[in-house]
């Protein structure tokens, strides 16, 4: 079975400052992966997924960005963040076949300040 | 792209009595439809899910029931237990476009004793 470790758990930023999550997947090869992110405990909005190294889509137009330089290894980042990216981000994975239940990492509680 | 639309958003029932969430959604190629509940501060957790050749599935307390032609499937927990409270989400994918999710907004079930 999958396992996802996804860290930090909990972080604060100040607005205009850098930002990256990091996520890896143990217990699969060529996973799907994804982020999320959560606002006020409802509603996960998908932010990227990937389908492999280096292939990335984007669902949301925002100043995040994502990367996947290794097979289980999936980056969330920032250049500036806003007050609007505070939330709870997950990180997720699937595959290598598609159509499946997610594994979700334990997630990121950012603040931006 | 895929729209979920979940209802209700908050539902409140005693314990012992039976509770329903229904959701609908517009892309006619989805063909997988998980159903996740999650406890406050933690990652979603996947309770149950059907695929598009299956019209119900049931495990213990837990059913889903899928209507293709109309577009909607609902979860439906029976003999409700305080420990059932949480906030469940429904979601749907195609096996195309990466698997993605799409999540319907979430209903919070309180379950009184």
């Known amino acids: 079975s999958q396992t996802i470790h996804q860290w930090p758990a909990t972080l604060v930023q100040p607005v205009g400052s850098p930002l990256s999550l990091e996520c890896t997947v143990e217990?699969?090869?060529?996973?799907?992966l994804y982020w999320y992110r959560q606002a006020a405990g409802r509603g996960l909005q998908l932010l990227f997924y990937?389908?492999?190294?280096?292939?990335i889509s984007s669902e949301v137009p925002q100043n995040l960005s994502a990367s996947r330089p290794q097979d289980r290894q999936f980056i969330l980042s920032s250049k500036k963040l806003l007050l609007s990216d505070s939330g709870f981000y997950l990180c997720?994975?699937?595959?290598?076949?598609?159509?499946?239940?997610?594994?979700f990492g334990s997630g990121t509680r950012l603040t931006v300040v | 792209g895929e729209n979920v639309e979940q209802h209700p958003s908050t539902l409140s029932v005693q314990e012992g009595d039976s509770a329903v969430i229904k959701c609908t959604y517009s892309?006619?190629?989805?063909?997988?439809f998980p159903w996740y509940k999650q406890e406050l501060g933690k990652r979603p957790q996947l309770i149950i899910d059907i695929r598009s050749n299956v019209g119900e599935k049931k495990d213990q307390r837990i059913a889903v029931t899928l209507n293709k032609t109309a577009k909607h499937f609902s979860l439906h927990i029976t003999e409700t237990q305080p420990e059932d409270s949480a906030v469940y989400f429904c979601?749907?994918?195609?096996?195309?476009?990466?698997?993605?999710?799409?999540f319907g907004q979430g209903t919070e079930l309180s379950v009184k004793p």
């Open positions: 892309d006619s190629a989805s063909n997988y």
């Open positions: 217990g699969t090869s060529n996973p799907n």
């Open positions: 997720a994975s699937t595959g290598p076949a598609t159509n499946y239940g997610y594994t």
């Open positions: 990937s389908v492999g190294i280096g292939q």
């Open positions: 979601a749907a994918s195609t096996h195309n476009q990466g698997g993605k999710l799409i």
